[in-house]
T-cell receptor, first 114, second 115 residues
Framework: GAGVSQSPSNKVTEKGKDVELRCDPI?????LYWYRQRLGQGLEFLIY????????KSGLPSDRFSAERTGESVSTLTIQRTQQEDSAVYLC????????????FGPGTRLTVL | AQKVTQAQTEISVVEKEDVTLDCVYE???????LFWYKQPPSGELVFLIR??????QNEISGRYSWNFQKSTSSFNFTITASQVVDSAVYFC????????????FGTGTLLAVQP
């Protein structure tokens, strides 16, 4: 079946602009996660959705970052007034949401802020 | 708190060599899962294995095998007869244990297999 998809695959923007990153999870997966991976580093958690609710936003680095999920499906991560330190690969993952369930990752969006 | 340590930053081997990637974890939970993911140069994280802490049997899948030792909090990954296609960054991860089940990742080990 179809895996997790993300768009765009690459995004180059100018400092100060807003960007939106999209994630389409695997159908039927109620849990959705956003992670960030800076160059040469591991993954850091940003936000978790269960259904359309976000009970854990603890990883969002600042109030410039927000995310929403609709229809228990698509999620959008928005970064306002982008800064150069926002440059990273943003990865989305989904799972059935039970404890210990495997998270399946999308291909990521590579964001470059000039 | 949960923590994963992958002490090997980079490993370089020649094709057909065996290689072991180390993973040491910390968890406050009595039952937990452990994961390995592969990130090839294309960038996508590929799921390799999930292991329940109840099950300490080693697992083998083709050229891949995993050695889980609860007593030493280690979950090591061995590739037998490595191939160039095995070149990637490998991540070990443990769930946070809270309601979110978010994954705590190690810093990864870059494996380069030379032809």
């Amino acid at each position: 079946g179809a895996g997790v998809s993300q768009s765009p695959s690459n995004k180059v923007t100018e400092k100060g602009k807003d960007v939106e990153l999209r994630c389409d999870p695997i159908s039927g997966h109620t849990a959705l996660y956003w992670y960030r991976q800076r160059l040469g580093q591991g993954l850091e958690f940003l936000i978790y959705f269960q259904g359309n609710s976000a009970p854990d936003k603890s990883g969002l680095p600042s109030d410039r970052f927000s995310a929403e999920r609709t229809g228990e499906s698509v999620s959008t991560l928005t970064i306002q007034r982008t800064q150069q330190e926002d440059s990273a690969v943003y990865l989305c993952a989904s799972s059935f949401g039970l404890a210990g369930d495997t998270q399946y990752f999308g291909p990521g969006t590579r964001l470059t802020v000039l | 708190a949960q923590k994963v340590t992958q002490a090997q930053t980079e490993i370089s081997v020649v094709e057909k060599e065996d290689v072991t990637l180390d993973c040491v974890y910390e968890t406050r939970d009595t039952t937990y899962y452990l994961f390995w993911y592969k990130q090839p140069p294309s960038g996508e994280l590929v799921f390799l294995i999930r292991r329940n802490s109840f099950d300490e049997q080693n697992e083998i899948s083709g050229r891949y095998s995993w050695n889980f030792q609860k007593s030493t909090s280690s979950f090591n990954f061995t590739i037998t007869a490595s191939q160039v296609v095995d070149s990637a960054v490998y991540f070990c991860a443990v769930p946070d244990g809270g309601a979110t089940n978010k994954l705590i990742f190690g810093t990864g080990t870059l494996l380069a297999v030379q032809p």
